[in-house]
């Protein structure tokens, strides 16, 4: 290997260490424990973090959501999991696994009575969008338990551990959670225990895998090899959902941003549209367009273009309203032919006297 070459691998090397800027690994280990224990100060704040976030979900406000997941102390659990399992302690596992099932409990719990006291439980986009997560909620969780951890082991790493929160957003879900388990809506229970679920594992594949990068000295010789093992099942039975999930909405997003084409070269074009309606689960266009005069083949002759925009299953319904405009002009012009007969009729009527 050429003296450059070493020097750019050197350098590159140097750029990209974490370890030199690493703290002790026993400080380390005793911010992860003490982030792990949930109760007092941190009980009082998750039960306000919940009801902030579920009053923005309530109201749409994604800044009152953000802040509440910015206030929300329920990371050290679930970093406690990443990592207890990266140094084979299996106690710290035990007590990291009962103290987030505790947050779970205690966050279904608060938020549900929420939802059961205000006359405002209803669903909202924002409610609806921590229900269906995917492939892309899978890569932030990953990519914050990466950063999260990374930030854990430095000495000041508060802001970094902040922007995950946010980022991975796993406050949001238990509310969406607790709404549907007190409206009864179970598609929104599901839908939100499985968002925070898969954001919690993520985290802690991508935390464990910076402990291990880091070479943290393991602190039991017991071997924790089916541990691991099955905690990797249960990574692959929880990425099928979320790859399925992707998958439709690339489907859902392909098929309305051809329908938006079609409506805007097709129909926009050569008419005045009023309101287009796209779903794209029943594949239906409905489009409202204003008329000089009712057209009986504009349906048909629109419907057989369809198939240069690939949406050829498409359901076409195009509802024609008359220009107010046109329709008044024409009633006047035949009151005043009417009103022109009568005065005729008049003046041979004075005549004939």
């Known amino acids: 290997m050429s003296t450059n070459t070493k020097v750019i691998k050197r350098y590159f090397r140097s750029l990209f260490d974490l370890k030199g800027s690493q703290e002790d690994e026993t400080i380390t280990d005793k911010e992860v424990r003490e982030g792990v224990i949930f109760k007092g100060k941190n009980l009082w704040l998750l039960a306000f973090a919940i009801f902030i976030s579920c009053i923005g979900l309530n109201i749409n406000s994604k800044a009152a959501v953000i802040g509440a997941m910015i206030i929300s102390p329920l990371m050290g659990p679930i970093f406690g999991i990443g990592f207890s399992l990266g140094v084979s302690d299996l106690d710290l596992l035990k007590v990291s696994i009962q103290n987030a099932v505790r947050i779970v409990l205690i966050s279904l719990l608060v938020a549900t009575i929420y939802y059961l006291i205000t006359p405002y439980a209803i669903p909202t986009d924002e409610l609806l969008s921590f229900s269906h997560p995917t492939i892309f909620d899978v890569l932030l969780a990953f990519l914050g338990g990466m950063a999260g951890f990374i930030a854990i082991s430095r000495h000041n790493g508060t802001q970094v551990l902040i922007g995950v929160a946010v980022a991975t957003s796993c406050i949001p879900p238990l509310c969406t959670a607790s709404f549907g388990l007190a409206t009864l809506q179970w598609e929104y229970f599901v839908g939100g225990l499985y968002t925070y679920f898969i954001n919690a594992l993520f985290i802690c594949v991508g935390s464990y895998i910076i402990v291990k990068y880091l070479k943290f000295k393991p602190h039991s010789s017991n071997n924790v090899k089916n541990v691991n093992s099955w905690f990797g099942i249960l990574i692959f039975l929880a990425i099928i959902p979320a790859v399925y999930l992707a998958y439709n909405f690339a489907v859902a997003n392909i098929f309305t941003a051809k329908a938006n084409q079609f409506v805007t070269n097709e129909i926009d074009a050569k008419y005045h549209v009023v309101q287009t309606k796209i779903d794209d689960k029943s594949k ?70």
């Open 284 to 353: 239906l266009i409905e489009v409202d367009v204003m008329v000089e005069q009712y057209d009986d083949l504009l349906q048909s002759v629109v419907e057989k273009k369809l198939d240069n925009y690939g949406i050829q299953n498409a359901k076409l319904k195009i509802y024609q309203t008359i220009e107010a405009r046109k329709t008044n002009r024409q009633e006047f012009e035949k009151l005043s032919t009417e009103i022109e007969v009568l005065k005729k009729e008049i003046k041979q009527l004075k005549v004939s006297k």
